[in-house]
């Protein structure tokens, strides 16, 4: 498919960003018109998949007060109306009972309403890290958009889109983690450099049930990428009359002798492996009372 950068999207929504569906007197807006709720149909292209059911129907109670202030945005498909932007307003708009909504109709091509619904969601930032990466995704592969050009178009940088890409590398249980708001995005990005799956769900499901920071994170992370550059606690120095210690014990005791401390503090063990190794070290001791 040809080259195609993105810009028409968003011309297209910032003109009816700025639109209200009626004007003071309740009447309808230039180019605006009211359809049957009936003749209009989701996006099946549209990035976000989960709405909060309760936002929605706070939505709708503002609609059955005050109607539906911004037109949704639709492209005929046949003899039905394709939802472009503005889903949630329909879907509040069901709820609150309306049988008509205001809709604004444009003549738009499938890469058009796949870049308006993605701006739109980004603007409101209603989309989850993981649906906002498949649309980065879909846009770049379906129609050949680089990422500077996706970057430019959507006001963001590039790493930010490198960096929203990079999530859709992770374990499928990570990516799910992320998707239902267990996990943040900057939590998963650490994540990114383990190749292991079953490490990286280990760490994530770690991260969630000790509440750790993304910082705690990524120092867990280095230490499993580098366990050569951990450091190693260093055992403690016995002076020279201590090891002498330890060595006249063995002697008289006939037996391993271990030392766990140091020279101001610790504790001394004697080993046995057999009943008659005990007897013995029992009978030194009683000798050493008399």
């Given at each position: 498919m040809k080259k195609s950068g993105l810009g028409t999207g968003l011309e297209a929504l910032l003109a009816i960003n700025t639109e209200s569906a009626y004007d003071e007197q309740g009447n309808l807006n230039s180019g605006v018109e009211e359809v049957d709720i009936d003749r209009i149909i989701t996006n099946s292209a549209q990035p976000r998949k989960s709405f909060d059911q309760k936002a929605l129907e706070e939505l709708a109670q503002s609609i059955k007060s005050h109607g539906v202030i911004q037109p949704i945005l639709v492209t005929a498909v046949g003899n039905k109306y394709q939802i472009v932007a503005g889903e949630r307003r329909y879907r509040a708009s069901k709820i609150a009972g309306l049988s008509k909504v205001p809709v604004i109709i444009k003549n738009l091509t499938i890469q058009q309403r796949k870049e308006i619904a993605l701006i739109e969601n980004i603007q409101r930032q209603d989309l989850n890290p993981i649906e906002e990466a498949y649309a980065y995704k879909a846009l770049i592969e379906e129609y050949g958009v680089t990422q500077e050009e996706l970057a430019e178009k959507l006001g963001k940088s590039r790493p930010a889109i490198t960096n929203a890409l990079r999530l859709l590398t992770l374990n499928p249980v990570v990516i799910d983690m992320v998707s239902s708001g267990r996990l943040s995005a900057g939590h998963a990005r650490c994540l990114a450099s383990i190749k292991d799956y079953q490490v990286q769900a280990s760490y994530a499901?770690?991260?969630?049930?000790?509440?750790?920071?993304?910082?705690?994170?990524?120092?867990?992370?280095?230490?499993?990428?580098?366990?050569?550059?951990?450091?190693?606690?260093?055992?403690?120095?016995?002076?020279?009359?201590?090891?002498?210690?330890?060595?006249?014990?063995?002697?008289?005791?006939?037996?391993?002798?271990?030392?766990?401390?140091?020279n101001t503090k610790g504790r001394i063990c004697i080993d046995y492996f057999t009943q008659k190794d005990l007897e013995r070290i029992f009978d030194i001791i009683e000798s050493m009372k008399k």
């Open positions: 499901i770690a991260a969630c049930d000790k509440q750790m920071s993304v910082r705690q994170l990524e120092v867990m992370v280095y230490n499993y990428l580098n366990p050569e550059k951990t450091p190693k606690k260093s055992k403690p120095v016995l002076t020279t009359e201590l090891k002498d210690l330890v060595t006249d014990m063995q002697r008289v005791f006939g037996t391993k002798i271990k030392v766990v401390g140091n």
